[in-house]
Each structure stands twice: as structure tokens, then as C-alpha cells.
């Protein structure tokens, strides 16, 4: 089974609709991370989480809200999907900085949502 | 803020080339540096990763370098394989902040 594990893995959708992408990892890490990819654009910072009770903002959260249900499982909700949110949506985790710890980042399949 | 830069973007070698792939970053107060590779439509696979104590990381076919002093990480690939047809992107750690990406070099490895 796969370390960190994304549903669904593709979804279509209309514009307006509420749509959201789970994200639930067995590696034991505090901090998770949404991203999104677009050609040419690269990886872009959503959201991430150090800790569940610690929420932040990255690059480009406009429209986007998420939720840290627990350590192992942080959602993404688009409220009201809009056509230019059609892309490519990973979920990662990591450990921290700590002596012990290398902070290596580990990724999801992907969830590929497409707004019609 | 730690900026990364990967150049060039793309890159076509014939098979059984060695190559270098490079990896610029802005802070040099990097902990780590991790390299991934990128099928199409697929997730982000790790290779190496780097710490800011060490020098160098290799596996098999595979070594990644880093450079602190002068911001520069570089990914070497012994002879390339038409498999290792791919994305490849480095990202740099730097405090207790999200990684961040470069935007990534598509390589094609020509049978």
C-alpha cells in the first residue's frame, strides 16, 4: 500500500460545484502539503500543515480552503470549482528539521480534477 | 525567501550518455536538497536527497551533489537509458519553511 494516498485520482466536474480531494498518509509525519501542477508552471504551494493544529497559507490558497482532521489526513475543498482550477493536485508530507529527522518529502499518486 | 533554478528546461541526449543535470538555489542556509523524477501524468517519485553536511549523495546510476557556497546542486546520470526518459526537479529546504521547486528538466534519452 502506498505511504501517502490521494482520493479521488481523477474527478470530473461543473463549474460551482463543491469538490474535495483527500489525502491520508502511514508514515507518521507531522507536516503535509498541498500542491498544485500546471505545464510550464511548475509545483505551486497551496496549503500546508506543520502540526494538526497549524494551518498556512502558500502561493496561490485563493478558492481553495483545507482541513486537518487528523496527523495522518489533511483535505483540500475547492467551495466553488471554476474552470481555471482544472490541474493536477498532489498531497505530500514530511517530518520536520529536528537533529533526528532529514526532512524528506514524500508525494502522493496525484488527484487529477478537471472543471468543466 | 530560497529561490530555485533549474536550466535548461529540456534536454535530448542519445543513449548511453553521461549527463548533468543543474539545480541553482538563492539561500545558501539550505538544510536539504532533494532531487525527484517525474513521469508524465504521474506523481513525484525522490531520488536523492541531500543534506546540508554532506557533499554528495549516489545511488546506482545516479549521483547528486551539493554546493553551498555557491548555490549550485548537479544531478549525474551514467549512461542514460532511453528509461530515464523524464522530468527531473530539485528542491531546496532552507529553515522551517516549505520545500521549493524549480520548474524542472524535461530530459528524452534517444535510443
Known amino acids: 500500500d502506498a505511504d501517502v494516498t490521494q482520493t479521488p485520482r481523477n474527478r470530473i466536474t461543473k463549474t460551482g460545484k463543491r469538490i474535495m480531494l483527500e489525502c491520508s498518509q502511514t508514515k507518521g509525519h507531522d507536516r503535509m502539503y498541498w500542491y498544485r501542477q500546471d505545464p510550464g508552471l511548475g509545483l505551486r504551494l497551496i496549503y500546508y500543515s506543520f502540526d494538526v493544529k497549524d494551518i498556512n497559507k502558500g502561493e496561490i490558497s485563493d478558492g481553495y480552503s483545507v482541513s486537518r482532521q487528523a496527523q495522518a489526513k489533511f483535505s483540500l475543498s475547492l467551495e466553488s470549482a471554476i474552470p481555471n482550477q482544472t490541474a493536477l493536485y498532489f498531497c505530500?508530507?514530511?517530518?520536520?528539521?529536528?537533529?533526528?529527522?532529514?526532512?524528506?518529502?514524500?508525494f502522493g499518486e496525484g488527484s487529477r480534477l478537471t472543471v468543466l | 525567501k530560497q529561490e530555485v533554478t533549474q536550466i535548461p528546461a529540456a534536454l535530448s541526449v542519445p543513449e548511453g550518455e553521461n549527463l548533468v543535470l543543474n539545480c541553482s538555489f538563492t539561500?545558501?542556509?539550505?538544510?536539504?536538497l532533494q532531487w525527484f523524477r517525474q513521469d508524465p501524468g504521474k506523481g513525484l517519485t525522490s531520488l536523492l536527497l541531500?543534506?546540508?553536511?554532506?557533499r554528495e549523495q549516489t545511488s546506482g546510476r545516479l549521483n547528486a551533489s551539493l554546493d553551498k557556497s555557491s548555490g549550485r546542486s548537479t544531478l549525474y546520470i551514467a549512461a542514460s537509458q532511453p528509461g530515464d526518459s523524464a522530468t527531473y526537479l530539485c528542491a531546496g529546504l532552507s529553515g522551517n519553511t516549505p520545500l521549493v521547486f524549480g520548474k524542472g528538466t524535461r530530459l528524452s534519452v534517444i535510443a
Open positions: 539561500d545558501s542556509a539550505i538544510y536539504n
Open positions: 541531500i543534506q546540508s553536511s554532506q
Open positions: 505530500a508530507t514530511s517530518d520536520g528539521i529536528e537533529v533526528t529527522s532529514t526532512g524528506e518529502l514524500f
